[in-house]
């Protein structure tokens, strides 16, 4: 292995880990609380649920956070009173999806949000991302993200619309837009 | 009667209108793991995050109160900034918050999952009362300054919330035995059984104990030659408490809470009057909880009787509470809580002047709290609260200066409320500014007691003043608290100003007979500023750290013999400390007290004051984890000086004694089934 090869390995590596950095990928302490908030609404009955990552194939960033979730969801994933199985959904199927909990990815455009929405809002499933953007755009119900602290943002129209049941408690607790 | 009618028609009601949404009572560790922090509904009645309350709060978690290895809570409440804790026995203390501490404080109010557990005939913590166990305890809340416009009139100085565990969501099954000094002798035990929608969680305990550290005890000998051991020294009580949660459907929750008590306790009562208090404690809670779409409704029911047969001073007091209240949203941005409570509060018995003779007060009280969030940065939260409170006797005394019952008639009516505006600059500041108006409206004894305690060698007798005022207090605050996650830690701070009107107190005078009259009195009003700050983090993955400090500064206004300012520590400090080594644990707190006066009746039957030097408190534990269930403990309490933090007052009847408080040491064993 030469050194010029050995350098451009470097470089690619780098590129790879500054581009799949640059990506906010949803983090462990983000499912966790994920997890923990589906507890809380009754519209998804306990047991096994399928947690559908929807994702734009076209799209890095969403390409880079479905990974991330794969990785973190595997086999399946023990919720409070769920057991998350993934399906991985491209955002164009997203209509024939019967998942009661839509993941949208980071790297959505806005009609892929809505389109997903609408799926949502026609199952009465819950819209979740940690792309709170999507959610101050109308886009979908709700929205976490854990940082120094935790942000927790729901879309009042879009819950409604979804016609979704949640903790009354935790409803005080976050922020209603 | 009618009023209980009216609450279970409201039942019905919103029973019969529900059907819309999930369980409704706080998931406390569901929502703290979500969080990342404790949540609470103690400060504004609407539940939300501990950083969020528009007051100064702080919340001490059951593992803190395990580690602490605290014999009582008034041990814990040691280590909050701002909270004054004297101890008087080993079984008793009175507790503050923020200055104007008394024997038989009166001035906080105390609450076991919202209902009062204090007792009302004196509005006192009677701690060695309560009917739960320290192991189900789920935390602590500290409202630090008034907050009457949501609690109530005891709510003046601040609030103390103690949350347990909810029987269907947590599971605690576990004994527990305690052998120490002072001939301690303690066991407990607790154990939860759960259901598909039900779960029901008993508990029972007996403690005996010396009241007194017979190594320090000083200034005894009159006393016990005339006194039989078991009736001076003596810290005993036996209680059961029964806690059934019923998930009646995704959107109704019931609770029926039934607990017993009875203690023998060696404490101080006003006029720093050290007395063996025998109390049996008996309550029934009923709580019920909805959501429908006019938002999230919560009845609350509970009755609690507090007899205590001690001859001349005998009493029996029966507290009826009715509570509703409605939350709701309107909008995203606007939380709205209306809320009603009808008390009926009875004592009777020799205190006030016979076993037929009653004393009854019946108090109306509708309030609202309304929390707006402007905007992600700026929030304001208002609450007012009108009391109207209607006290009658039943027959005329034949004790003391006020012997015609329609003295007694009358009627109290006052508004207490809250304002706060917060301001989170950035995700790791909040400054709060608030003001608020709290009360104390005088107790049934303060106002009502009638009784002549002894003939001899002097005539004495005890009253109350059917003439007294309400007190009352205005508070202003300013607070900051940041989060330092880069160093994981928290900062605290607040500074604040108080203005007491109409101070309660204790008075002597002479009567016709004659005869010493010991009594109360309004004496005037009496100005208070402090400060608090506080750290608190882990260090390096392993070691838990918090210290704070508390300064309080009173100047009491010319009036007729208030001491407040002289007695209260300016300066009081408190260091904690906690790590884990393999399967040890280790813990310990510090507390400075700097030195203050103490007021106290003496063998003259005249009021004065002695000084109470500055003293350390100093408490260790050391654990080990035998495996999952079993843990072995010892812990030491009061581990640097003999000292004292009251002065004991001596009237001329009974016996007296020190109160120097020593060491003590106790082995702890612990399983969880």
């Known amino acids: ?177 | 009667m009618k009023n209980i009618k009216l609450l279970a028609a409201s039942l019905l009601v919103s029973t019969a209108i529900t059907g819309v949404a999930q369980a409704q009572t706080i998931d406390y560790g569901m929502m703290e793991s979500i969080f990342g922090e404790p949540v609470t509904a103690s400060a504004t009645g609407k539940p939300q995050r501990a950083s969020e309350a528009p007051v100064s709060m702080e919340i001490i978690s059951q593992e803190e109160i395990r580690r602490s290895g605290a014999r009582d809570i008034p041990q814990i409440l040691r280590r909050v900034a701002g909270v004054q804790v004297q101890r008087s026995y080993n079984g008793r203390a009175d507790v503050s918050i923020r200055g104007f501490n008394k024997p038989y404080a009166n001035r906080l109010l105390i609450l076991v999952n919202g209902r009062q557990v204090l007792s009302d005939s004196f509005g006192q913590a009677n701690w060695a009362g309560l009917s739960i166990g320290m192991d189900e305890i789920r935390q602590i809340e500290v409202v630090k300054g008034p907050n009457t416009s949501l609690f109530g009139f005891n709510a003046e100085s601040g609030v103390i919330n103690i949350i347990t565990f909810s029987p269907i969501q947590d599971d605690i099954s576990q004994a527990q035995v305690k052998v120490g000094t002072q001939e301690h002798k303690e066991v407990n035990i607790t154990h939860t059984a759960q259901f598909d929608n039900q779960a029901v969680r008993i508990s029972a305990g007996e403690l005996d104990a010396d009241g007194f550290n017979r190594d320090s005890m000083t200034g005894m000998s009159a006393a016990t030659s005339t006194v039989d051991k078991k009736n001076k020294n003596d810290w005993a009580g036996r209680r059961v408490n029964v806690d059934y949660e019923w998930q009646v459907n995704d959107a109704s929750n019931f609770r029926a809470q039934v607990g017993h008590n009875t203690n023998n306790v060696r404490q101080m009562i006003p006029f720093a009057i050290p007395s063996r208090s025998n109390n049996d404690f008996d309550f029934a809670h009923l709580t019920y909880a909805t959501q429908n779409k006019y938002g999230l409704w919560n009845a609350n029911l509970y009755k609690v009787s507090n007899d205590s047969p001690s001859g001349t001073t005998g009493f029996e007091n029966d507290l009826m509470v009715a509570k509703l209240d409605n939350l709701f949203k309107i909008g995203t941005d606007h939380s709205i809580r209306v809320a009603g409570e009808y008390r009926d509060n009875q004592l009777s018995g020799a205190i006030v002047g016979g076993v037929d003779d009653t004393f009854d007060l019946k108090l109306l009280a509708p309030s609202v709290m309304w929390d707006w969030k402007v905007s992600d940065q700026w929030n304001i939260t208002n609450s007012v609260r009108y009391d109207h409170a209607a006290y009658t006797r039943n027959a005329n005394t034949t004790f003391g200066p006020h012997t015609n019952a329609n003295l007694f008639d009358r009627t109290i009516e006052e508004f207490s409320f809250n304002s706060a505006v917060s301001f989170k600059p950035t995700a790791t500041d909040t400054f709060r500014a608030s003001v608020s108006r709290g009360l104390h409206i005088p107790s049934l004894i303060e106002l009502g007691g009638s009784t002549q305690v002894a003939t001899t060698p002097t005539s004495l007798g005890f009253t109350g003043d059917p003439g007294l005022e309400t007190e009352r207090v205005m508070a202003y605050e300013l607070a900051w608290d940041k989060k330092l996650p880069q160093h994981n830690m928290n900062f605290r701070s607040a500074v604040f100003m108080q203005k007491a009107e109409n101070l309660l107190d204790n008075k002597v005078s002479v009567i016709a007979g004659p005869t010493v009259l010991l009594t109360f009195d309004n004496f005037g009003d009496s100005d208070t500023w402090g400060a608090e700050f506080g750290f608190d983090g882990v260090h390096n993955n392993w070691l838990r750290w918090g210290a704070n400090y508390t300064y309080l500064n009173t100047d009491d206004q010319a009036g007729k013999g208030l001491l407040y300012e002289d007695a209260q520590p300016n300066h009081q400090v408190s260091l904690m400390a906690g790590f884990d080594h393999k399967n040890w644990e280790f813990d310990t707190d510090v507390h400075y007290i700097s030195s203050y006066k103490s007021k106290l009746t003496n063998a003259a039957s005249t009021i004065t004051v002695e000084d109470i030097d500055a003293y350390f408190v100093v408490n260790a534990r050391a654990g080990y984890n035998v495996n999952d269930n079993l843990n072995i403990a010892i812990t030491g309490y009061n581990l640097a000086e003999n000292h004292r933090e009251w002065a004991l007052g001596k009237i001329s009847t009974g016996p007296s004694g020190a109160n120097t408080l020593g060491r003590s040491v106790l082995a702890n064993l612990t399983y969880k089934f």
Do not use: W
């Open chain 1, 1 to 177: 292995m030469n050194l010029h090869f050995k350098i451009g390995l470097l470089s690619a590596i780098s590129m790879f880990g500054l581009s799949f950095n640059a990506y906010a990928e949803t983090s462990p302490q983000e499912l966790a609380a994920i997890a923990k908030i589906v507890s809380l609404s009754k519209d998804i009955p306990a047991g096994d649920a399928a947690f559908a990552v929807v994702y734009d194939p076209s799209s890095a960033a969403s390409n880079a956070d479905l990974a991330a979730i794969k990785g973190l969801i595997g086999d399946g994933y023990k919720a409070p009173k769920h057991m998350f199985k993934l399906e991985a959904v491209p955002v164009d199927n997203v209509s024939g999806s019967s998942a009661k909990i839509l993941f949208m990815t980071e790297g959505l455009s806005g009609d892929a949000q809505k389109k997903i929405l609408t799926r949502g809002v026609a199952n009465q499933a819950l819209t979740v991302t940690t792309s709170l953007p999507y959610v101050e755009g109308g886009n979908c119900v709700l929205g976490v993200d854990v940082g120094s602290g935790v942000k927790i943002i729901m879309h009042s129209e879009s819950y409604s619309a979804s016609k979704l049941n949640f903790d009354s408690a935790f409803k005080f607790m976050i922020k209603e837009i």
